[in-house]
């Protein structure tokens, strides 16, 4: 069914495809280059050829932000995300007598949540704590999950390796991702929790501190910020580890388990004495230094210590992410 | 009928281009000399303790449609694997568009289209977002180009219709699968095309289709590689053979020179195969007793002069026809002996 348009641009094709391929042609004894191959006679498309040898990096990140990231599972952990801040919200302004000695409770799971009874710009920072221990990473590792595993058990993975999309790229387009599934998540928490907070909420434009001072609006929603980012790169350095696990199992499922699995380990670990030497190092022991960003005035070293331990998991996931798509089966 | 003679003056995997040969084929020759498309040699490939694929050396002539026969687990798949860069050699080199395989991969494969194993698309995203995904991808595509690419290529394998394309990919039938594999195949200019099974799971028209859409590629000048184990189709669709099994190629050549590698024979069908044989020889014709029943040499007789030696003989002949190696025969012969 060749169409008698291709017959027509055939020459021309072959004209601009040359010069074009010149600047990326291997070496000039290589021996395709050297014999006309019939293949220069394919009939083209239409003058839209490239003598490329891999697709446009933004092409490609459009590509899998439009088809990778808008799948039905993305919507869904965005969704039940939502409902997050929205439940704190309507929960807070909701609770009676019962509520009230919750909040006299020690603790920091119901205190917190009672701690933000009229005064919604806690809200958000409560919410990203919340959302941090178990649904924001199950999310992202469903994304990471999606990116590498799932490509390669429906099959598509093979697809793009011989478009080609070098390995190393595929590893950079998945990263990315899965980085901008983290990024959704850390914002529909922040942004949905500071709607709820004022507008359920309320609190007159102040936040009351943990510590007992007040501080203003705008070092209020500098200190949103500084816990949104925070938590950004803790989501961050979770789908890096996801996407390692993703990049070494055939098994979409493996990944988010292996996620939770290692959360609940950690926490275990988190909490024996003598291996207190350890906590330094989990990752998920840092995750309640958040709650430090409503204390006035705020300590810095959790805050820090976690930022930097997340970092390395992120450098060390993405790390062994590329090493085993390089080695992989496809 | 020895397996040494045939494999001895089949294989044909030699570095000299095929216009160097004495005897010439049928028809006009369709591949051109020189480097072949893909050249394999000393290929292993090793899972754990499972050979699957042992010192191989094939070349696809540039031009060629060449078939890869062999029975399921002989390592066809393995070898396109290999072929593509999707899998790593245990040992051995692979060529492909001139390029070493896998570490050249991305000068040769933006010239190769390939379906292997099955099609592989995203479940939930329609036909036509797939195509578009796997464009987005391909590097000789400009992106102003995409659009049209992915038309043509939905129109190419008959899956235009709007009903085909926007619907889920998981909602697709076997076929439609296919055809949507082959579109990804046929999105670029293509100098190499590789298919594994290209007809699995499709009806009669189905197969036209994909026999169609071969024989327009090799028109265009693009060299094709398909794996098969449908004798009938490699046989209508394909200019070269190899044949593999457990892991080594036994046969490679053209089509018509393996189909005639054991010379013409009359084969007669007899009640009396002694009486005939005895016949035969009498007047020194070359003959032999196979499956029930007598062949005669055609090499330097007239089939007239074996019937007429036969009849005056008084041997009852039910039937004599000539004989006519199928590629299934060959295959048979091939693969059994291999065994």
């Known amino acids: 069914m060749t169409v008698p348009a291709d017959r027509a641009t055939r020459d021309t094709t072959r004209d601009t495809a040359a010069p074009a391929a010149a600047p990326g042609a291997p070496a000039p004894d290589a021996p395709v280059q050297a014999t006309s191959c019939p293949g220069d006679r394919a009939p083209s498309v239409a003058a839209g050829l490239t003598g490329r040898r891999s697709a446009p990096l933004p092409r490609l990140l459009r590509s899998e932000l439009r088809f990778g990231l808008a799948g039905p599972r993305t919507l869904i952990t965005l969704a039940v995300l939502s409902l997050i801040p929205l439940l704190i919200g309507i929960g807070v302004t909701a609770r009676g007598p019962a509520g009230d000695a919750l909040a006299a409770a020690p603790g920091p799971g119901p205190g917190l949540i009672a701690a933000i009874t009229g005064n919604g710009l806690m809200l958000p920072i409560s919410a990203l704590r919340v959302t941090l221990f178990l649904l924001m990473p199950l999310g992202v590792s469903i994304a990471a999950a999606d990116a590498l595993a799932g490509e390669a058990a429906h099959g598509s993975l093979r697809g793009l390796l011989l478009a080609p999309i070098g390995r190393g790229r595929l590893v950079a387009v998945k990263a990315f991702g899965v980085l901008a599934v983290a990024v959704l998540e850390v914002a529909v928490v922040t942004v949905l929790g500071l709607v709820a907070g004022l507008t359920f909420v309320g609190g007159g434009g102040q936040l009351l501190t943990l510590s007992g001072t007040s501080v203003g609006f705008g070092d209020a929603m500098a200190r949103i910020g500084v816990a949104a980012g925070w938590a950004l790169l803790q989501v961050a350095a979770v789908g890096a580890v996801a996407l390692a696990v993703s990049a070494l199992t055939e098994h979409p499922l493996v990944v988010p388990a292996t996620v939770l699995g290692a959360a609940i380990v950690f926490g275990v670990l988190n909490v024996i004495p003598s291996l207190g030497w350890l906590r330094p190092v989990l990752l998920t022991s840092g995750w309640s230094s958040v709650t430090d960003l409503l204390r006035d005035p705020v300590p810095t070293d959790g805050l820090t210590h976690s930022a930097l331990l997340a970092a390395a998991y992120l450098v060390l996931g993405l790390a062994v992410a590329v090493a085993g798509t390089l080695r992989r089966e496809a | 009928m020895s397996p040494a003679r045939r494999s001895g003056g089949a294989i044909c995997a030699r570095p000299e281009p095929p216009d160097d040969q004495p005897t010439p084929s049928v028809g006009p020759r369709q591949w051109l000399p020189g480097p072949p498309a893909a050249r394999v040699r000393g ?212 089509l018509a020179e393996l189909l005639e590698a054991d010379g013409p024979a009359l084969q007669i069908h007899t009640s009396q195969p002694n009486a005939a044989l005895a016949a035969l020889r009498a007047a020194r014709i070359p003959g032999y007793a196979e499956r029930g029943l007598v062949v005669a040499d055609l090499s330097d007789t007239p089939p007239e002069l074996v019937l007429s030696a036969l009849v005056h003989a008084g041997v009852p002949v039910a039937e004599a026809r000539r004989r006519r190696t199928g590629l299934e025969e060959l295959f048979v012969q091939l693969t059994e002996d291999g065994a």
């Not at chain 2, 439609?176 to 009806?203: F, I, S, W, Y």
């Open chain 2, 43 to 254: 290929l292993s490939k090793t899972y754990r303790r499972t050979v699957a694929l042992d010192s191989v050396d094939l070349d696809v002539p540039t031009g060629s449609v060449l078939g890869l026969l062999g029975p399921n687990g002989s390592g066809k798949t393995t070898m396109l694997r290999l072929l593509l860069g999707l899998s790593r050699p245990s040992g051995g080199s692979v060529e492909l568009l001139g390029q070493p395989m896998p570490r050249a991969a991305g000068r040769a494969l933006p010239h190769v289209g390939a379906l292997v194993e099955e099609p592989g698309f995203i479940p939930h995203l329609s036909g036509r977002h797939n195509l578009t995904r796997c464009a987005a991808a391909e590097p000789l595509l400009a992106t102003s180009a995409i659009p049209d690419a992915v038309e043509t290529a939905l129109r190419r394998v008959g899956l235009a219709s709007a009903a085909a394309a926007d619907r889920p990919y998981r909602t697709y039938s076997l076929g439609m699968k296919q055809r949507l594999g082959l579109a990804a195949v046929v999105l670029a200019p293509r100098k190499l095309v590789v298919l594994d099974e290209p007809t699995n799971g499709l009806d009669p028209a189905g197969t036209r289709d994909v026999r169609r859409l071969i024989a327009e590629l090799h028109a265009s000048g693009a060299t094709v590689l398909l794996s098969s184990h449908l004798l009938t189709e490699v046989e209508e669709t394909c200019t070269h053979v190899a044949v593999l099994t457990t892991g080594s190629v036994v046969a490679t050549g053209e």
